[in-house]
């Protein structure tokens, strides 16, 4: 589905990738872990397409397609989707008639009609039992003053309405208190199948316990330094990154 | 950041739609300005002595002022001399029936979207239609004559209400009031007139459309409503003009009365030519609306949604007479390119426990110039009054300017006066957050202007609501900041 070779990525001026690779197949969960700094979050949002961000080296290939010549509207209509970390407010535009004119976009790409008010209704009720998310809150303002676990829990919502092929969490359990982590990590396995991906982006180990993976990787200085399964996250617990810069060090 | 640059620019090159002429014969005073322009549009008009009189006072009043400098807007002289101040379309007398009108004004309103036949309107929404000077048609004339309801251009108000003209021309706008108060005074030529009788609650919207279709030529144009005890109705006026590289002055004068419980709201959307990206023509909208809450408990509250114009004055403000009188102001004043706009309300608290509501949000894109001024006085007199007033700046890219002029003298100790003001940009992470979900920039913008304008457009009858919409996306496609 993703395949990324020898990703190199800057802001202004500022190497942040320095040659990532990284191949994410369909019905697979990877989590990328890493120290503060690392490029975690450049990575997710350089998949994204953010403009900031620029590719001076490599290739992304996405559904056979150039990932890095599509804009962030084509990544997102073909099925690319950030959870943000930091979810932006919207003030004066519900979650819902976001929600309506995003799907409604996508549909039209795809060569579906849009979605009438009633379909979508049904849909969105379907979705909201899947985090547990009031009505209420997606009639608000997007993000306005919703808390920081009822902003994530907002994203997992949106990514189940748009239901993704490639979903990229950034961060997704900062600020979650354990019950929130729950609720959103059960709102991510739902939607896990063998024809979507998943690709977690996280400090700490503790959500891979709620949302298993089945490959981490170690980001360190913009490269991905050790490979391995679910046991690696353990280790990483237990020894802390200071293990894998000390094991860099020996090894140079 | 270059891309933002770069959508700016894409937005700011969208053609203004309604730029287009139509190809009509004209009946036009020379050009020029004097006391025989004054007779001979009071003539044209066949208008009584007292109103010609009437006129002469204020153009003579208008010879000893001078054009108010203190708005935060710049332009060349204007030369008043240059202008001409009658254009008529060349058609019968006064048409009794629609087929008495020539075919090409009614496609010129058709092709605005405004049919003139009946039939064909949309029920609920009363017409009338002004193209330059004068008043082509008035629609549900009949319908609404049934309820007492009087509904017609001004000249015929003039001729079959007079008494009505001459208790309440002016009786809101002196005819000296301001510079171009006192300029439309003197050469009027047409407009609305509407009267709702005591009690009655008009069923339908009321509407005037405006249509600047002549070159070198001035719209002025007087509305004037009349609420009677107890009584409500709901106005809207519209407006375009063609693209000309000109300059055109459309100084308008809106009055309205409302007595004893009488509730009136008038919706705006302004939509005159704005000029070309280069600031090259367009309209100078410089207009004065006022409305006069005269007995107790009376409602007036205007809603404006201004996207065109290369300058816009205009204060639509309230004298809060009665006691328990209601005065509301929502604006959304969109300027981008090179338009300027200094525009805002006047809330005069004069009655006891009176109370006033502004909320303004303006939008700057391009190289615009965007002010909100805005004027609350609470009198000695009006004690328990208050004032809640909500002034929003939102700029799209960094050439743009807003700015904010509030005044506010209160002269008792029993009234409250709020004010809150921001100013924000439309953000990066906004738009990218609207990307990622597969929105593209443009609608991306629309969304997140309409989410900001919402709490005005609401105040908009459906029917507006929707055209305000796709007007603010209009003005401002691709003008991401």
């Known amino acids: 589905m993703l395949k990324i070779q020898n990703l190199h990525a800057q802001i202004e001026e500022k190497p942040i990738l320095n040659g990532i690779s990284l191949t994410v197949n369909a019905g697979e969960v990877h989590a990328i872990m890493g120290p503060n700094g690392s490029g975690k979050s450049t990575l997710a949002a350089t998949l994204a397409?953010?403009?900031?961000?620029?590719?001076?080296?490599?290739?992304v290939e996405y559904m056979g397609k150039n990932l890095l010549e599509m804009t962030p509207e084509e990544r997102a209509r073909e099925g690319v989707f950030l959870a943000f970390q930091y979810p932006v407010e919207i003030p004066g535009v519900s979650t819902i008639n976001f929600m309506k004119t995003a799907l409604n976009q996508i549909r039209v790409h795809r060569g579906e009609a849009p979605l009438d008010a009633v379909a979508f209704l049904k849909l969105m009720k379907e979705k909201m039992k899947l985090v547990e998310i009031d009505q209420s809150l997606l009639n608000r303002s997007l993000n306005e003053g919703f808390s920081g676990g009822e902003k994530k829990r907002n994203e997992i919502f949106q990514m189940a309405m748009l239901e993704p092929r490639l979903s990229i969490l950034d961060e997704t359990d900062s600020g979650l208190d354990i019950d929130a982590l729950r609720i959103v990590a059960h709102g991510v396995n739902a939607l896990r199948s063998k024809n979507n991906a998943t690709i977690v982006v996280t400090h700490y180990q503790r959500l891979l316990d709620y949302i298993v993976p089945d490959f981490v990787h170690v980001l360190y200085k913009g490269r991905i330094v050790k490979s391995g399964t679910r046991e690696l996250a353990l280790e990483l617990e237990e020894k802390g990154y200071d293990w894998i810069k000390a094991d860099l060090a020996t090894a140079r | 950041m270059a891309k933002d640059d770069h959508i700016i620019q894409e937005f700011t090159s969208r053609e203004?739609?309604?730029?287009?002429?139509?190809?009509?014969?004209?009946?036009?005073?020379?050009?020029?300005?004097?006391?025989?322009?004054?007779?001979?549009?009071s003539r044209r008009k066949s208008e009584p002595e007292w109103l010609l009189e009437w006129r002469l006072k204020a153009y003579r009043h208008w010879t000893t002022m001078v054009e108010p400098k203190w708005p935060n807007v710049t332009y060349p002289a204007i030369n008043y001399q240059d202008i001409i101040y009658y254009s008529a379309p060349k058609q019968k007398a006064s048409p009794t029936s629609l087929d008495e009108i020539d075919p090409e004004l009614l496609k010129t309103f058709e092709k605005l979207g405004i049919s003139l036949t009946e039939q064909k309107r949309l029920s609920g929404i009363a017409v009338d239609a002004v193209l330059d000077s004068v008043s082509v048609a008035t629609t549900f004339k009949e319908k609404l004559g049934e309820l007492g309801i009087i509904f017609c251009s001004f000249s015929e108000a003039v001729r079959e209400h007079p008494d009505l003209i001459k208790k309440y021309l002016g009786s809101v706008v002196p005819a000296t009031d301001n510079y171009f108060a006192a300029l439309n005074s003197a050469v009027f030529?047409?407009?609305?007139?509407?009267?709702?009788?005591?009690?009655?609650?008009?069923?339908?919207?009321?509407?005037?459309?405006?249509?600047?279709?002549?070159?070198?030529?001035?719209?002025?144009?007087?509305?004037?409503?009349?609420?009677?005890?107890?009584?409500?109705?709901?106005?809207?006026?519209?407006?375009?003009?063609?693209?000309?590289?000109?300059?055109?002055l459309h100084a308008a004068v809106v009055e309205i009365y409302a007595m004893k419980n009488a509730e009136v709201k008038y919706s705006t959307?302004?939509?005159?030519?704005?000029?070309?990206?280069?600031?090259?023509?367009?309209?100078?909208?410089?207009?004065?609306?006022?409305?006069?809450?005269?007995?107790?408990?009376?409602?007036?509250?205007?809603?404006?949604?201004?996207?065109?114009?290369?300058?816009?004055?205009?204060?639509?403000?309230?004298v809060l007479k009665g006691d328990y009188s209601v005065g509301e102001f929502y604006s959304v004043a969109v300027t981008n390119n090179y338009q300027q706009a200094d525009t805002g309300t006047k809330m005069i608290h004069l009655g006891k426990n009176t109370k006033s509501?502004?909320?303004?949000?303006?939008?700057?894109?391009?190289?615009?110039?965007?002010?909100?001024?805005?004027?609350?006085?609470?009198?000695?007199?009006?004690?328990?009054?208050?004032?809640?007033?909500?002034?929003?700046?939102?700029?799209?890219?960094?050439?743009?300017?807003?700015?904010?002029?509030?005044?506010?003298?209160?002269?008792?100790?029993?009234?409250?006066?709020e004010h809150e003001a921001t100013t924000s940009?439309?953000?990066?992470?906004?738009?990218?957050?609207?990307?990622?979900?597969?929105?593209?920039?443009e609608s991306a913008v629309a969304l997140i202007v309409n989410g900001y304008a919402k709490e005005v457009l609401n105040q908009l009858p459906m029917e507006f609501a929707v055209e305000a919409q796709k007007l603010l996306a209009l003005t401002l496609e691709g003008s991401v900041g």
């Open chain 1, 49 to 59: 397409g953010r403009e900031e961000y620029t590719v001076t080296q490599g290739s």
């Open chain 2, 16 to 41: 203004y739609e309604h730029g287009w002429v139509s190809d009509l014969e004209a009946d036009a005073a020379p050009k020029g300005l004097s006391e025989d322009i004054v007779r001979f549009i």
């Open chain 2, 189 to 248: 030529s047409d407009g609305s007139f509407c009267y709702i009788p005591a009690g009655v609650r008009c069923p339908m919207e009321l509407s005037t459309y405006f249509r600047i279709n002549a070159a070198k030529t001035g719209q002025f144009e007087r509305t004037l409503i009349v609420a009677d005890e107890g009584s409500y109705v709901s106005y809207l006026e519209g407006c375009t003009a063609p693209m000309r590289d000109e300059n055109q």
């Open chain 2, 269 to 318: 959307v302004q939509n005159w030519y704005p000029g070309n990206k280069d600031g090259v023509g367009g309209i100078y909208n410089f207009v004065t609306k006022r409305g006069l809450c005269a007995g107790d408990h009376a409602k007036i509250s205007w809603t404006q949604v201004e996207t065109g114009s290369a300058i816009t004055w205009k204060y639509p403000s309230c």
């Open chain 2, 357 to 417: 509501r502004i909320v303004s949000k303006g939008i700057s894109a391009g190289k615009s110039q965007n002010s909100y001024r805005g004027q609350v006085h609470v009198h000695k007199r009006a004690v328990q009054s208050r004032n809640f007033s909500q002034c929003d700046s939102l700029l799209l890219g960094d050439q743009c300017g807003a700015h904010t002029f509030p005044y506010i003298d209160v002269e008792n100790s029993s009234s409250r006066v």
């Open chain 2, 425 to 441: 940009k439309i953000g990066e992470d906004q738009i990218f957050y609207c990307q990622q979900r597969g929105i593209d920039e």
